[in-house]
């Protein structure tokens, strides 16, 4: 009787490769991240990066039999997909912007939801075949910097025009204090995220599929 799972450790090159090339393109990718914002050299750089991930994400899902770089593509498309139509609508319907606001806030929601579902489901996976939690971690880490970026977008300009009306510039001015400190201190939780990501798959050592010769 043949096992349902099998074990492949880094004795096996294809995983040790693969694991190398995801590890170095995640650490290429942070540093990037920071530069990218002042050069466009930077820019480049980051998205080869993103596409040496892509690489090393599609070797592992084949070796894995997992479905973690289909979904990563996913995210990819509807990403490209809603900015694509969003942009065709709003230049369609310049005479009604409400309309396209509508679909642009409807959409955002959508494509939000249905990312947020396949980013966890990636992250889960990834935790399941490594058995290293940094994945599944680093997920609810990004998740709540995410929100909380989104939170101050959503307030930041009526709070603003609040403590303008009502208390003046001194009152804005305590306000952007605590914005920036705030925003921040969500970045610096996304990084951490980031990072936990590239600690995961430096700390593989064997991943667990399943076996294609086990019966059913």
């Known amino acids: 009787m043949q096992k349902d799972t099998i074990e492949i450790t ?24 920071f530069v990218s ?20 994400l599609y070797r592992f899902s084949k070796l894995a039999q997992t479905f973690v770089f289909k979904y990563c593509c996913f995210i990819f ?8 139509s969003s942009g065709f609508v ?28 396949w980013a966890y489901c990636i992250a889960f996976e990834m935790s ?5 939690k940094e994945f599944i971690t680093a997920f609810k880490l990004y998740m709540g910097g995410l929100v909380g970026i989104l939170a101050l977008i959503i307030t930041n300009e009526s709070t603003k025009a609040v403590s303008i009306e009502q ?3 001194s009152l804005y001015a305590s306000y952007y204090v605590v914005f920036n400190s ?19 798959i430096y700390r593989i050592e064997k ?6 010769q086990s019966s059913a």
């Not at 399941?128 to 290293?132: I, Q, S, V």
């Not at 925003?183 to 995961?200: D, E, H, N, R, T």
């Not at 991943?207 to 294609?212: A, C, F, Q, R």
Request: charged letters at 5%.
């Open 77 to 84: 498309l509807a990403v490209f997909a809603y900015v694509l």
């Open 182 to 200: 705030f925003a921040f201190m969500m970045l610096a939780v996304m990084l951490l995220a980031q990072i936990l990501v590239a600690l995961g």
């Open 37 to 56: 914002a002042f050069s466009l050299l930077g820019a480049i750089g980051l998205l080869a990066c993103v596409i040496m991930g892509l690489v090393g």
């Open 10 to 33: 880094l004795e096996n090159q294809t995983l040790k490769n693969t694991k190398n090339l995801m590890f170095f393109s995640t650490l290429a990718y942070i540093i990037c991240s």
């Open 90 to 117: 709003l230049l369609l319907a310049l005479d009604n912007p409400f309309h396209s606001l509508l679909f642009a806030i409807g959409g955002f929601v959508i494509v939000a939801i249905v990312c947020v579902y």
């Open 167 to 169: 208390s003046g510039v």
């Open 128 to 132: 399941a075949l490594t058995g290293r």
């Open 207 to 212: 991943i667990i599929v399943k076996n294609p």
